[in-house]
């Protein structure tokens, strides 16, 4: 079982910057996919941006050139700047975590509040 710990979120206007951070801890697998996700108040959960271990990443199209997410192996973290922030990067952000093994159960943090002004 891995536990998520998102912290970093909070206000800014439009055109501002936040950075988000996400620490993992328990069972890790070596090889996983680490990776951001959002939901706006009457929307479904979306993809933002993930990241392989190997350093390979995929962003959503409405993020591309605005956020860039890394991650340190060895602390088992993952992070995502998010540069020239727009209301409609409005909504709570979740951390997830999944093994690079079949069937394996992806873990989710608890969720940190993003608030873009206009």
């Known amino acids: 079982q891995v536990q998520l710990v998102e912290s970093g979120g909070g206000l800014v206007q439009a055109g501002g910057s936040l950075r988000l951070s996400c620490a993992a801890s328990g069972s890790i697998f070596r090889i996983n996919t680490m990776g951001w996700y959002r939901q706006a108040p009457g929307k479904q959960r979306e993809l933002v941006a993930r990241i392989i271990s190997d350093g390979s990443t995929n962003y959503a199209d409405s993020v591309k050139g605005r956020f860039t997410i890394s991650r340190d192996n060895a602390k088992n973290t993952v992070s995502l700047q998010m540069n020239s922030l727009k209301p409609e990067d409005t909504a709570v952000y979740y951390c997830?975590?999944?093994?690079?093994?079949?069937?394996?159960?992806?873990?989710w943090g608890q969720g940190t509040q993003v608030t873009v002004s206009s």
């Open positions: 997830n975590y999944r093994a690079a093994v079949a069937g394996s159960v992806a873990s």
